[in-house]
Nanobody, 124 residues
Framework: QVQLVESGGGSVQAGGSLTLSCTLS????????LGWFRQGSGKDREGVAS???????TYADSVKGRFTISADNTRTTLYLQMNSLKAEDTGRYHC??????????????????WGKGTLVTVSS
């Protein structure tokens, strides 16, 4: 198993930037698919960005060109750089990991381990 803890959320005005971090602990010897997800008030959880075991990154259309997902060399820290934030980016952001071999990296139903999330509020 792996444990995930997010940090870096906060309140920002539209057009601003935030960087979220996620620290992995536990069985970190495995190479997991990693991703960021968010859930706004009254909305379903949605995938924001993911990085697969081979380094392939995928982004939701709504964040392409504004958000960047990355991980350190050991893949024990995951980042989400968020620029040009919009009010619709508001929500609780979770990082998640999926066991190696998953076919659904980046899909909420494909992830096995979740952090509790960090809140991002963007005011217009």
């Amino acid at each position: 198993q792996v444990q995930l803890v997010e940090s870096g959320g906060g309140s920002v005005q539209a057009g601003g930037s935030l960087t979220l971090s996620c620290t992995l602990s536990g069985n970190i010897a495995r190479r997991y698919c990693l991703g960021w997800f968010r859930q706004g008030s009254g909305k379903d959880r949605e995938g924001v960005a993911s990085i697969d075991t081979d380094g392939t990154t995928t982004y939701a259309d709504s964040v392409k060109g504004r958000f960047t997902i990355s991980a350190d060399n050991t893949r024990t820290t995951l980042y989400l750089q968020m620029n040009s934030l919009k009010a619709e980016d508001t929500g609780r952001y979770h990082c998640a990991a999926a066991d190696p071999g998953t076919r659904y990296c980046g899909q909420p139903y494909g992830m096995d381990y979740w952090g509790k999330g960090t809140l991002v509020t963007v005011s217009s």
